[in-house]
């Protein structure tokens, strides 16, 4: 008997069989819209019109999590993203078609359309590990061949075949994908210079001392944190930091437009008028990636506010440090509701310093910055935005 969809008049009932907090972001609003204004749904023709969209998005949504078995409760789709892999054993992969599987694989991970309770979970985080890291080891235009161990190639095999998922949280999986190169590639250790002190440098003022001292070769800088606890302040602020010391900036402004008083109000109060000629600010993006690949080639610091509204996956995050070693990258990142940046984490990997914005009260007289990671540097250190200063312990 096929299921009833959820109207107005049993949604009551309905959603206790639904965990709103593994919904879609988009889907969890609009059950606490109509929560918040269920009173008004017959009297206000918006506020019905409203929730009746909202009621059609969840009926749409709910038969995608009722997911087609094959065998032993694994999932059709599960099925076929360890076809695919298996189809790689032996074959030449490229970079890009690489970071396509795993994109694919992240996107149905994120849908829900893979449980974290199949019996092939473990199977299937492996495979991202494993190609995640052949992934972010090869430059553009290198390959990789994929060799999978026999062990495991046996394992998945009964899996496709429909035979019983081996359970042996120990099992060996190997040294897969293998990288096969040249023998060129490596120098001795001891060729390597006995003082890096040439290669990093300092930021002047109160940034110098919360980010330490720098290497410019693949520096990457993450940037999240709390809605209006002053992201892209603080990125104005770095601008004329890394400016002073003689460096020419791009910022790509893709949450603020250019002619917003906000953008001249920024300028005014953190950029110094001797700085401001080697600033540049777009908040356009017409060629995607390669907008801001060319940039990179012009620039010594680019600056992304935000990542997500670029509309790149995150693994291009790396691929601009990969590609431009010698330009800085400094991004902001969203956040969920659960806290969690957009898109994935894996910039949060990639990137040498991580800072998170938090903003403790709505004056952001004490809204301050910090480094959750930083390769550089201590972590830890409480940097106040309004004041550019650092907060004494």
Same mark, same amino acid.
């Given at each position: ?6 109207? +107005? ?40 019109? #409203? ?21 032993? *409760? ?26 396509? %599987? ?105 940034? *110098? ?15 999240? *944190? ?5 992201? #892209? ?8 930091? +890394? ?23 920024? /300028?005014?109060? %953190? ?17 995607? %990636?390669?907008?801001?690949? /060319? ?47 957009? *898109? ?28 959750? /990671? ?8 409480? %940097? ?10």
């Amino acid at each position: 008997m096929e299921k009833q969809a959820i109207t +107005f008049d049993t949604y009551s009932q309905a959603i206790t069989t639904i965990e709103i907090q593994k919904l879609p972001e988009i889907l969890q609003e609009g059950h606490q819209f109509l929560m918040d204004a269920k009173d008004f749904y017959h009297s206000e023709p918006l506020i019905k019109e #409203t929730i009746d969209i909202y009621l059609n998005k969840l009926n749409a949504h709910i038969p995608k999590e009722k997911k087609q078995i094959s065998l032993d *409760g694994i999932s059709l789709i599960e099925m076929e993203f360890i076809k695919r892999f298996l189809e790689m054993h032996r074959t030449i992969q490229s970079r890009d078609e690489l970071k396509q %599987y795993i994109f694919d694989l992240q996107k149905a991970i994120s849908k829900k359309e893979i449980s974290k309770d199949t019996p092939v979970a473990d199977h299937l985080m492996q495979i991202q590990e494993k190609l995640i890291v052949q992934h972010n080891n090869l430059i553009l235009k290198e390959q990789v061949k994929i060799v999978i161990n026999r062990k495991w190639l046996r394992q998945l095999r009964k899996v496709v075949k429909g035979q019983s998922v081996p359970s042996d949280s120990n099992q060996d999986l190997g040294d897969i994908p293998i990288k096969e190169v040249p023998p060129s590639l490596f120098s001795p250790i001891n060729a390597q210079p006995l003082s890096l002190s040439t290669n990093t440098f300092k930021l002047n003022g109160a940034l *110098g001392e919360l980010l330490g001292n720098l290497e410019r070769y693949e520096l990457a800088i993450t940037i999240e *944190g709390d809605q209006g606890g002053g992201k #892209t302040r603080f990125t104005y602020q770095l601008a004329d930091a +890394f400016t002073e010391i003689g460096n020419r900036i791009a910022i790509f402004s893709l949450e603020i437009g250019i002619r917003s008083d906000l953008i001249t109000r920024m /300028k005014e109060e %953190y950029l110094q008028p001797k700085n401001q000629n080697n600033i540049f600010i777009t908040d356009q993006l017409p060629e995607g %990636y390669q907008t801001i690949s /060319k940039a990179a080639k012009d620039f010594d610091v680019i600056i992304i506010d935000s990542w997500n509204k670029t509309g790149l996956p995150s693994q291009d995050f790396d691929r601009l440090r990969k590609q431009h070693p010698n330009t800085i990258f400094i991004v902001i990142f969203q956040r969920t509701t659960q806290k969690t940046i957009r *898109g994935g984490t894996a910039p949060l990997f990639d990137a040498g310093i991580n800072i998170e914005v938090v903003k403790v009260d709505d004056s952001f007289d004490n809204n301050y910055a910090i480094t959750t /990671k930083n390769r550089y540097g201590v972590t830890g250190i409480k %940097y106040n935005i309004l004041c550019q200063t650092i907060f004494e312990v």
